[in-house]
């Protein structure tokens, strides 16, 4: 079973940025980690932006032109760079891979990020 570790979160002031990080510990081939969520207190998760196998990018409207994600093919890490936080951005955040095969959804601890006005 795969297990997703994250990091990278932290507490910044407006207009910083952080990098979060997320990779399947046991490096199964049939996982595929591929996206990142976020959940604000008292809010749904969200979709931050998620990335196709073949690099094909897709980005929530509140992040575009801020955040990039990409994903390390030989470590299998996927990375989210964000860029001019704002405290909007304050939410958990959590990493997702998808089975190849079941097409389950596997989820990571998630990593809080603060960001102060």
């Known amino acids: 079973q795969a297990h997703l570790v994250e990091s990278g979160g932290g507490l910044v002031q407006a207009g910083g940025s952080l990098r979060l990080s997320c990779r399947d510990s046991?490096?199964?081939?049939?996982?595929?980690?591929n996206g990142w969520y976020r959940q604000a207190p008292g809010k749904s998760r969200e979709l931050v932006a998620t990335?196709?196998?073949?690099?094909?990018?897709n980005y929530a409207d509140s992040v575009t032109g801020r955040f990039i994600i990409s994903k390390d093919k030989r470590t299998k890490t996927l990375y989210l760079q964000m860029n001019d936080l704002n405290p909007e951005d304050t939410a958990t955040y959590y990493c997702?891979?998808?089975?190849?095969?079941?097409?389950?959804?596997?989820w990571g601890q998630g990593t809080q990020v603060s960001v102060s006005s």
């Open positions: 997702r891979a998808t089975h190849r095969v079941s097409g389950n959804e596997i």
């Open positions: 046991r490096s199964l081939a049939v996982i595929n980690v």
């Open positions: 990335i196709t196998i073949g690099g094909e990018t």
